[in-house]
């Protein structure tokens, strides 16, 4: 199956939009092929308002998300690999989606999710360890 990561980072932007909030994106910005504004990058990672006024020709492709925003009065192509994203969520009130970080060519938090979920039959109940979810809850 497709990564499901795109398609809630969609889900939970429009969401964000409807709700009249401003959306928040939360980048990974020195995961191999981020584009973003090296001058606001704090602590290896850059929030960015993807919010329609601030931003456009924004795109949220199964691979990438794409668009054009202003910086101090500097137009900067933004991309971002969805693997590098580490949040979507409401300016207003922190409600969204957090996600784990993601290494290059790894497997997704989602597919490790599943694995632990779903654990292979074993001989004995101990050899299928329960580990706590990577999930946080937003409210």
């Known amino acids: ?12 932007y429009e969401w ?17 092929r981020a584009k973003v504004p090296v001058d606001y990058i704090e602590d290896g990672q850059i929030t960015l308002n993807v919010s329609p006024e601030a931003v456009r020709d924004f795109k949220i492709g199964n691979e990438f998300v794409e668009f054009r925003a202003s910086f101090s009065g500097i137009v900067h192509i933004i991309s971002a ?12 009130n922190g409600q969204g989606m957090f996600f784990d970080f993601e290494e290059e060519g790894g497997a ?14 074993s001989g004995t109940k ?14």
């Open 126 to 139: 101990n050899d299928a360890k329960k580990r706590p979810s990577h999930l946080k809850l937003v409210e």
């Open 16 to 32: 964000i939009v409807d709700s009249k909030c401003t959306p928040f994106l939360v980048v990974n910005a020195l995961y191999p």
């Open 1 to 12: 199956m497709l990564s499901n990561k795109p398609y809630l980072i969609r889900a939970f």
């Open 81 to 92: 690999p969805i693997k590098s994203v580490l949040a979507v969520y409401a300016q207003e």
């Open 108 to 121: 997704t938090g989602w597919d490790q999710v599943e694995m632990e979920e779903n654990p292979k039959p």
